[in-house]
Structure formats: C-alpha cells, structure tokens
C-alpha cells in the first residue's frame, strides 16, 4: 500500500514540469551563464584573454582607452577569465537567454572601454588604478599610495626616489 | 493539403544531426525531451529517426572535415521547408575548436541556420527557448 502515499504525494505536489517557454525557470545563483564585465574594476592584465580557450574575449589599445570585447557565441562558459580575474572586473552571471536568430549571430557581444586617465604629475595617458585593486594590494590605503596612484610609471617612480611626499 | 498544413504548424518533428559533437549537446537533447522537467513535447515536437520526417533540425557540433558529407547528405534529405537550429557554441563558431586543422565548421558556411542556442553545452531550458524560436519561425514557413 505504499504506492497509496507516493500518488497522494504527487497529487499535492502539482506537476514537475517547468513552465518553459511561458515563464521563467529559477537558475541557481552559481550557474555558469553570460559573462559579465565591470570596467571600473579592470586593471588591464588581460589575463582572461591569454586564458580563454574559445578565444571570445579580445582587448585592444585605442587611443581614448582599453577596449574589452567578448563574442558570447564562442564563450563556454568554463569560468577560467573570472577564476583568474585578480579583481573579479569578469564575473560569470547566472543569464542563460542567449538563443537568438542567425541575423543576430554576430551581435551577441558586449563591449566596454576602459578609459584611460591622465597623470597628475605630467598628464600622460595611463590605465588607472582600479579601486578593487587599490583594496587588494593594501590594507589600508595611505594618503601616500592614494597619492601615488594617479601618477604614471614615471612620475612614480622619480616622486618615490626624491622623496617628496610624505 | 490546408488542413494537414494547419495541424502539421502544431507539431513540429524534431531531428538531431551530430556533426562531429562531443556528446555533450547531444546528451542534452535527450535531457529536454525525456525528463519531465523539461518535457519538449509539451510544445508538440517529437524527435524522428528518419531525415524525411523532420521539419527542424537540430545541429550539434563543430562539423569535423571527416563527417561534412555526411552531415550534408543527411541534411539535404529532410524536405523543405525545415528550420535549421544550432544547439551549442560548436556549430554556431566552433568554440574551442575553432580553427582547428580538423574542422571546416562553423556550419553556417554550408548549411542556412535559422536559431542559434549557444552554450557549453546549453541547459535544458535553453534549448527549450530556442526551439520555441524555431517553431515560430517554422509556423511561419508552412
């Protein structure tokens, strides 16, 4: 008699199936869907890039900044950019609506620009330095480091030898 | 003819080609049309065995330079009109494969794809959203 329980049990339950196409389906939140980009957070390492094994994520020096690109229609979703993203810049979300038309094939990218900043010291262009990097580096961050953040190479360099800040 | 037109927009066959797969999609496919869960024949498709009895069809893989004829012999035997839908980032681009001395993917060079569902490979749900793409467009073909 024990089937008796398990049909009660199923009757309650109400049916198993996913109401799929007509609503959406819960994703769990570790699913490894579209890739996700936060500019503010790139340092420009371009690890993901020498990571990637389907070859989506590309980068490319333009004069106004960094350009990061990812085609998602290459992209396997392995996580590889976001497990050695030092910043986490490259997360992978939990979106899988990614079916699209053949007309729409090579429109599945996403695009950002990392801007670049200008030097305080002598106001030549550079990469700036990302806040999550700053709060992995140090601890805390002195006014010294804030101050040496936005100078470039250079200017860091002959300002950490003179001495002159303090 | 019109009625078997109107009925035949309600039930879509469905026919997979491996073109050269890891398996992956393709255990997939199965996934979405024999659990409950997800259960694609709530939308009125049913897989085929035979190429002639298909109305969409689905391609997975990267299309290997060994199996291209096949694939290509196979797909030219299901009648027109068909929907072509690529399940997975191997047909739509070759994925990790790509470039590769051994593809001459992605199919779109060969065949006219109407749906792609990318994903490595894409989850059940996935494919469900993008055959559900294809069944419009089939039902618009008919």
Known sequence: ?166 | MNFLSRMSKKSPWLYRINAGSCNGCDVELATTACIPRYDVERLGCQYCGSPKHADIVLVTGPLTARVKDKVLRVYEEIPDPKVTVAIGVCPISGGVFRESYSIVGPIDRYLPVDVNVPGCPPRPQAIIEGIAKAIEIWAGRI
């Open chain 1, 1 to 166: 008699m024990a089937f008796l329980s398990i049909l009660m049990k199923n009757l309650l339950k109400g049916p198993s199936t996913e109401p799929l196409p007509t609503a959406d389906s819960p994703t769990p939140a570790a699913y490894r869907g579209k890739v996700t980009f936060d500019e503010t957070a790139c340092v420009g390492c371009k690890m993901c890039e020498h990571v990637c094994p389907g070859g989506a994520i590309r980068f490319e020096e333009r004069p106004e900044g960094l350009r990061f690109m990812i085609w998602h229609n290459t992209c396997v979703n392995c996580g590889l950019c976001s497990h050695y993203c030092l910043t986490k810049a490259i997360k992978l979300s939990n979106d899988w609506h990614l079916s699209h038309l053949q007309a729409d094939k090579y429109r599945l990218t996403d695009q950002a620009l990392v801007a670049y900043a200008a030097c305080s010291g002598c106001g030549t262009k550079m990469l700036p330095t990302a806040d999550a990097l700053m709060r992995l580096a140090y601890k805390k961050v002195s006014p010294r480091s804030e101050h040496l953040r936005h100078l470039c190479p250079d200017c860091r360099r002959s300002a950490s030898v003179s001495g002159d800040i303090q």
